[in-house]
């Protein structure tokens, strides 16, 4: 599974921005989706996850209530909507996807597929 991400850039605190992944090569709408986020010296962290059909979501306890990731299966692809974004959310943030057949999960090492990342940047 091949996914790309687009988006991201730099937005001031209290700000929005939108993270979008699209597929090659196959489908998405059977697949679970995460976005996960790596700052430098930091742990890698899954900030929200979705299921196939959209029914279940995970969002990390530092995201919660900021940040929203919804899926258009339609469109095969998925989005991570983050608001009111504070200079910690600051990192790397990657597309990621588990094999089929798999269920949500919350740790980012059950995430087999990633893609390249995109850069996101909040100024204080």
């Known amino acids: 599974v091949e996914v790309v991400e687009s988006g991201g850039g730099l937005a001031q605190a209290g700000g929005s921005l939108r993270l979008s992944c699209a597929a090659s090569?196959?489908?998405?709408?059977?697949?679970?989706m995460g976005w996960i986020r790596q700052a430098p010296g930091k742990e890698r962290e899954l900030v929200a996850a979705?299921?196939?059909?959209?029914?279940?979501?995970y969002y990390a306890d530092s995201v919660k209530g900021r940040f929203t990731i919804s899926r258009d299966n339609a469109e095969n692809a998925v989005t991570l909507q983050m608001n009111s974004l504070k200079p910690e959310d600051t990192a790397v943030y990657y597309c990621?996807?588990?094999?089929?057949?798999?269920?949500?999960?919350?740790?980012?090492?059950?995430?087999?597929?990633w893609g390249q990342g995109s850069q996101v940047t909040v100024s204080s």
């Open positions: 990621a996807t588990r094999s089929p057949g798999h269920e949500l999960a919350s740790n980012p090492s059950e995430y087999q597929y």
């Open positions: 090569g196959r489908t998405l709408s059977t697949l679970v």
């Open positions: 979705i299921s196939w059909n959209g029914g279940n979501t």
